[in-house]
T-cell receptor
């Protein structure tokens, strides 16, 4: 099983809403990632979890709150977002440790903030 | 400071011919280089990688070449097929304490015409 799943596929939320994005993998990977991708741009790293602990936060605003409940699950909690936060949010996972760093990506959640 | 650059936004190739996608980087500490392919509304799919200590890696129709002195890598697709039409991103993995912090290029849109 080399699949990373993400739910929901699409999400529309108002600026005062609270919502969560979910990501799951069953490849035994101990590193998980959140990326944000705007149209015609490359993915931008937001957070890295290594062994369920937050290891990298790329100065992401606090309205984005990540959570890693266990080694297979990664959540991204959203609150008081702005319209400019509308984007494709991608989750990825990889083995932790030395190696090529090959990351497996999920299909993404298309988020629209109104 | 854009550490990974793909200077060609698009490339158009005839089916059966060779596609050559290029990528330049500035950070000599990158450990691994990876190529990803992305269709619209999907997450990036890993294609092929190369270690910084190698100069070539081949997998089926895909070959990646690395020229460390020029800080340049390229992806060759032979023969090109219409299904290869997608956005191609090169990415670099720094290793060490920044392991997993992939830096992506801006992407090249490949169109393969039947």
């Amino acid at each position: 099983d080399t699949e990373v799943t993400q739910t929901p596929k699409h999400l529309v939320m108002g600026m005062t809403n609270k919502k969560s994005l979910k990501c799951e993998q069953h490849m035994g990977h101990r590193a998980m990632y959140w990326y944000k991708q705007k149209a015609k741009k490359p993915p931008e790293l937001m957070f890295v979890y290594s062994y369920e602990k937050l290891s990298i936060n790329e100065s992401v605003p606090s309205r984005f709150s990540p959570e890693c409940p266990n080694s297979s699950l990664l959540n991204l909690h959203l609150h008081a977002l702005q319209p400019e936060d509308s984007a494709l949010y991608l989750c990825a996972s990889s083995h932790r440790g030395r190696g090529k760093g090959e990351q497996y990506f999920g299909p993404g959640t298309r988020l629209t903030v109104t | 400071d854009q550490q990974v650059k793909q200077n060609s936004p698009s490339l158009s190739v005839q089916e059966g011919r060779i596609s050559i996608l290029n990528c330049d980087y500035t950070n000599s500490m990158f450990d691994y280089f990876l190529w990803y392919k992305k269709y619209p509304a999907e997450g990036p799919t890993f294609l092929i990688s190369i270690s910084s200590i190698k100069d070539k890696n081949e997998d089926g129709r895909f070959t990646v070449f690395l020229n460390k002195s020029a800080k340049h890598l390229s992806l060759h697709i032979v023969p090109s097929q219409p299904g290869d039409s997608a956005v191609y991103f090169c990415a670099a993995n720094p290793g060490g304490t920044s392991y997993g912090k992939l830096t992506f290029g801006q992407g090249t849109i490949l169109t393969v015409h039947p």
